[in-house]
């Protein structure tokens, strides 16, 4: 690539203003990742660049293998990449800004646990540190947060007496959750029996058996031992992708189907956009076609013998 600007400083200030942005690590790899490969496929300078260089690119991708998800992945990334450059005016002008992205066919209903399997999930934590784990889900399960946002939670954010739960989440944005009372006993228990920190000035609410603030990647690892023991005792879930986002998958159903309205979901689930919401309405929907077929009308005899002819 011949530019007038090295491709790692680029690369570095691209990082540095997704930190600054409170992009989550893992959306930072990944954007980082795919700009990487984006400037080695280029062959002109950043100020020469047009869309079109852009849809070569995203077309060799789906030649390579890249689906629509990864294609429209990819485009967000280099979007976002010249949107920093024009920030800190490294860039005038942003190749990827109008270019459309993929229709991604969706599932029509999020993969989920029923209740009967959660709290069998739920019973199955054992062992050293169960109640920091059994805190941990049932935040996810039935308070809706990510595992990003359990790993930033401090001490300070949860109110023992008025049994709100402070929420730092997604875009650097703060939500409030009122936890029922189980929930909150629980994390006041929680909280008796937290694991001293190395440093005392410490504040993350959940904490690793090597005293830091324990990892995202340390809370996946615990929900998905326990989901591969909760396997082997139940045969529909063989086959299943299980991970610890599905917790929070099952809180978002849950409310739907107890008939929570979608705008207060959203404010719960902390989506900047209620169309994300909007993909836990079909399970809604599922629930209200059982409903019907449960009530088998009974029809008029003359007209079950016209019926029967079509």
Request: glycine share 6%; net charge positive; hydrophobic share 40%.
């Amino acid at each position: 690539m011949d530019t007038i600007y090295e491709v790692d400083e680029l690369l570095e200030l691209f990082d540095i203003w997704m930190k600054d942005q409170g992009f989550t690590p893992q959306t930072q790899k990944a954007y980082l990742g795919d700009v990487r490969l984006f400037l080695a496929a280029i062959t002109k300078t950043i100020h020469e660049l047009e869309a079109i260089d852009v849809v070569r690119f995203l077309t060799k991708m789906r030649q390579g293998g890249a689906g629509d998800s990864t294609r429209n992945r990819y485009l967000s990334s280099i979007r976002t990449f010249f949107g920093a450059l024009i920030e800190h005016k490294y860039a005038v002008n942003n190749p990827a800004l109008h270019l459309k992205k993929s229709k991604v066919e969706k599932n029509s209903l999020p993969s989920y646990l029923d209740e009967d399997l959660l709290t069998a999930f739920l019973e199955s934590i054992e062992g050293k540190y169960q109640l920091r784990n059994v805190a941990m889900f049932l935040l996810m399960s039935y308070a809706g947060l990510r595992v990003s946002e359990l790993h930033q939670l401090n001490m300070s954010d949860f109110n023992r007496t008025t049994q709100l739960l402070q929420v730092y989440g997604k875009g650097r944005k703060w939500r409030s959750v009122p936890l029922p009372a189980s929930i909150a006993e629980v994390l006041g228990a929680a909280l008796n029996e937290r694991i001293d920190p190395r440093k005392t000035t410490e504040q993350a609410f959940f904490v690793s058996q090597f005293g830091r603030r324990i990892s995202t990647r340390m809370i996946q690892k615990i929900a998905e031992s326990h989901f591969i023991e909760l396997k082997k005792h139940y045969q529909e879930l063989q086959g299943k992708a299980l991970s610890s986002h599905k917790l929070r998958h099952t809180f978002a159903t849950m409310q739907v189907i107890a008939g929570t309205d979608i705008r207060t979901l959203q404010e719960l689930l902390g989506h900047a956009s209620i169309q994300t919401t909007q993909i836990y309405t079909h399970v809604g929907d599922k629930q209200k076609q059982e409903a019907m077929n449960r009530v088998i009308p009974r029809l008029p005899t003359s007209m079950r013998k016209a019926t029967s002819n079509i």
